[in-house]
């Protein structure tokens, strides 16, 4: 009988834990969504745009991916785990004819590292889905994102053909492909629908470097789809 009555408490202390968790992790998000408005689409996260937000964010229950990257090809990294680098939320975005919220979280602070992930959200702040959208160090991007009008993300990232890491840091030129990924927004997920690859171009650090110069601007070929 206290066996029973034993295995019922840890059964309620552990429902009662989940659900002060879950609370906390909504409440948060909700608190963000209350604290920034709206930004209009399209828009075109490009380099050194200010941002007009700078909203904390709790990743404590590590809900939203927090890497950080240390080469081009985003196959190193450490994570955004201190207080230096810890997110915060620079924008948020409707979804036309959804009730799906997008909001914008960076990593990375006050240091040289940038990665930005979309958190898509429901109106409770309940996050549904989350899309890796920028990664950069200092002034060399490899991904930047687009939000055009009807809602549709496009993420343009540039990957190295060589296998050999290659760091941030001022690099020598290499060749490598940029690659457009549309994505939408179907019931709170994001859903890839078209990949556009480009030909190959040699990258170099002082374009790739270059404040005025964004991934999409390149006059890359684009290969048969």
Not at 3 to 8: T, V
Not at 147 to 168: C, H, M, N, R, Y
Request: aromatic share 14%.
């Amino acid at each position: 009988m206290k066996a029973i009555c034993l295995r019922r408490f840890f059964v309620v202390i552990f429902i009662i834990t989940v659900f002060v968790f879950s609370s906390l992790a909504q409440g948060i998000m909700k608190n963000v969504l209350d604290g920034i408005d709206f930004t209009t689409l399209p828009h075109r996260e490009a380099k050194f745009e200010p941002y007009m937000y700078c909203y904390g964010v709790d990743n404590s229950l590590g809900k939203i991916s927090n890497k950080l990257y240390e080469n081009l090809q985003c196959t190193e990294y450490i994570f955004a785990d201190n207080d230096d680098t810890a997110p915060a939320a620079y924008a948020k975005f409707q979804i036309p004819q959804q009730e799906t919220i997008l909001i914008a979280v960076n990593f990375g602070g006050a240091t040289d590292y940038v990665t930005d992930v979309l958190v898509a959200v429901d109106d409770e702040g309940n996050i549904l889905d989350t899309l890796e959208c920028t990664v950069a160090q200092p002034f060399v991007y490899i991904k930047q994102y687009r939000i055009l009008a009807d809602g549709q993300i496009v993420v343009t990232s540039i990957k190295p053909k060589q296998e050999a890491s290659i760091p941030f840091v001022k690099f020598s030129p290499f060749v490598g492909n940029r690659i457009d990924c549309t994505y939408i927004v179907d019931n709170g997920k994001f859903v890839i629908e078209k990949v556009q690859r480009y030909a190959d171009k040699t990258y170099t650090y002082e374009l790739l470097s270059d404040k005025y110069y964004n991934l999409w601007d390149g006059n890359e070929q684009l290969l048969n789809e």
